[in-house]
């Protein structure tokens, strides 16, 4: 008996027609994969394992974490949830606003005028509290001021969002 095998071979996998491998699924010595896939058998290579994660990869994978956990939250309290959908993109949900606002840290800008430090952010990011050196500054005109009474020295700025996110730079004084 002649068996007529109709493989249509692709770079990654093949699509089988064949009769004898219809609905067959598992590894075949080791070379290659039969898989089910839209009701039609697949041969694939052989899967190989992942590479170790990277510190990089890691502190990514924790940072989507937090976000994704901040934006749950916040579509659960009403008050924060109507800031998000106000400040959403069209077709952007309220959760969607937050978790972007949780991922990404603030974008500020620090300037230094006479004795006073001003801290101003860029975007829609809600600023909690702005710490320079041991002291806070002061939400003033749509932007953080601080009267800073011993200038010469570095001075460390720290600005914290809502979303638990902490910006730090330093600035010559």
């Known amino acids: 008996m002649i068996v007529k095998y109709n493989i249509y071979l692709s770079v990654v996998m093949a699509i089988s027609r ?15 994969v039969l898989r ?5 058998t697949v041969m694939c290579k052989m899967p190989k394992p992942y590479p170790p994660k990277t510190a990089n990869q890691l502190a990514n994978q924790e940072r989507f974490k937090k976000a994704n956990n901040f934006a749950k939250a916040a579509i659960k309290d009403p008050a924060k949830k109507a800031y998000y959908k106000s400040i959403a993109k069209p077709g952007q949900s309220a959760f969607n606003a937050a978790f972007q606002d949780a991922y990404h840290k603030p974008e500020v800008e620090v300037s230094k005028q006479d004795q006073k430090i001003i801290v101003k952010t860029k975007g829609k990011h809600r600023i909690e509290k702005v710490k320079v050196g041991e002291h806070f500054a002061v939400f003033k005109n749509e932007q953080w001021e601080y009267e800073n009474k011993q200038p010469g020295g570095l001075l460390k700025v720290l600005v914290y969002d809502v979303a ?7 600035i010559q004084t």
């Open 18 to 32: 064949s009769v004898i491998l219809r609905g067959a699924s598992g590894t075949f010595a080791n070379e290659f």
């Open 164 to 170: 638990g996110n902490i910006c730090s730079m330093e």
């Open 36 to 40: 089910q896939r839209n009701g039609k």
